[in-house]
């Protein structure tokens, strides 16, 4: 059992609790966000989870994490560093090869209490490690990783381009680096649901933050051979709650009158008449480089 950690700066490697690197805390205008992220949004992954539900509805031939691990392409044996790593489910596909080490690390430390216990706990890779830190301030030396992943977290960060200038500094020259993240058109169906209903964006939040295209650009400076992948799928979603719990998991949904939820449930009802099922389109994408010499 890891112990409780408390708020505040600690981190923990190897289960032991630690004083010290969650860093960052200085001054930009948005500096306060990831403060509320891990408190509220990421204190747990009760509300990450309640979003991940829907992708149940897919229909691709292969899982997203598998996919992940396909097109990320880690060196066996690697030395891998994820940033943002979260309750840690992307280390239950098999696609990743039990050759690798791994540092997981998040801002948020009830992430990391449900990450390291599910990671090590399959017994799968050579060795598992975690510690909170901030993407902006990773407590790493220059030149440690042979690998760093930072998977659907970017669009997080205030400062998106600090966090992958830090990404880079970390891994050795010839490392890897890949970042996911979500097309400003990903769920386009669904996220019209909530501009209806309460005036949300029409568009993936999360895409437009920082998506598949931003990502792109801000990394080809950086590293060389930048690559991007697409995952594209269909939901067909045949329990309209699915939708409603997905879109009520996150500000401003969370807070939606009673009104604005028979509005949306209505939209849903309206969108399945025809077969049954609601169609939401998927495009999400994974952006690799490797660290010049
Ligand atoms: C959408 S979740 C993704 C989790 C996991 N990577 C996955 O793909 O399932 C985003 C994660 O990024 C973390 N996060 C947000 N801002 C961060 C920051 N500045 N530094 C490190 N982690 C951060 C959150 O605590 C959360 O666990």
Redesign the pocket.
Known sequence: MLPRIEEGPASIAGGVLKEGALADQQGTATAGE?EV??QTQ?KDSSK?ARR?NIHKYGRSPIGWFDWVAREAQLPDGADVL??????G??WTAEGFSPSLSLTL????SG?LEEALPRVSGLGRYRAVAGQV????TLPFETGRFDAVL????LY??PNPGR?LAEMVRVLRPGGVLAV?TNGDDNMGEMYMLAHRAWGAPERDPAGLAFGIDAAAMEMAPLLSGVTVSTFADELQVTDGEDIVATLTSYPPGDEATEAQLATLRAAIAEGMRGDGAFHIRKRQGLVRGIRLE
């Open positions: 990831p992220l891990r990421y990450l991940a994820e940033v943002g790593c979260g309750p489910w992307m690390t998040d801002i948020s992430m830190a901030d993407a902006r930072a998977c659907h977290m997080h960060v966090a996911t």
